[in-house]
């Protein structure tokens, strides 16, 4: 996979569409300082190339009844590629992993779990996670309080 580079142009509109993914072409337009053929244009190139992966709506999780989000370390005891890749797919068929990452350090994997309460975690974590095929160690960690949520990536980074 070859790495995009980013006009300054592109990453103006991509800090607009990440704060409002529903704004008009025209209000992206004057936003950025194009006219609405070259920011269509912009637009639909980063959308094809990939750069954009879709649209959606931002959700409170408490206000749709997430009340906890906890992140899961798992130790898996084999690491050949299969099973990695066996508990990969598995995992991303859990619709309570809302993310999930292969990760460096005293774990395989980290998940990030939300369920609607303790008991529904507890459940879930038992019944469902530490069933999971060659699950060797896990570890949670609860969120107590959100402090920074995702919000878009930092374009000026880059």
Known sequence: ?????????DVHILNHLQQDGRMTNQALSDAVGLSTSPCWRRVRNLEETGV???Y???????QVGLGVLAFIRVKIDSHSEAEAEDFSQQVSALKEVIACYSIAGDADFLLQVVAPDLDSYADFAMSVVRRLPRIKEMQTTFVLKEIKAFNGFPLDCV
């Open 52 to 54: 954009i992966q879709g």
């Open 1 to 9: 996979m070859s790495i995009k580079r980013l006009e300054a142009e």
């Open 56 to 62: 959606g709506a931002r959700l409170d999780r408490k």
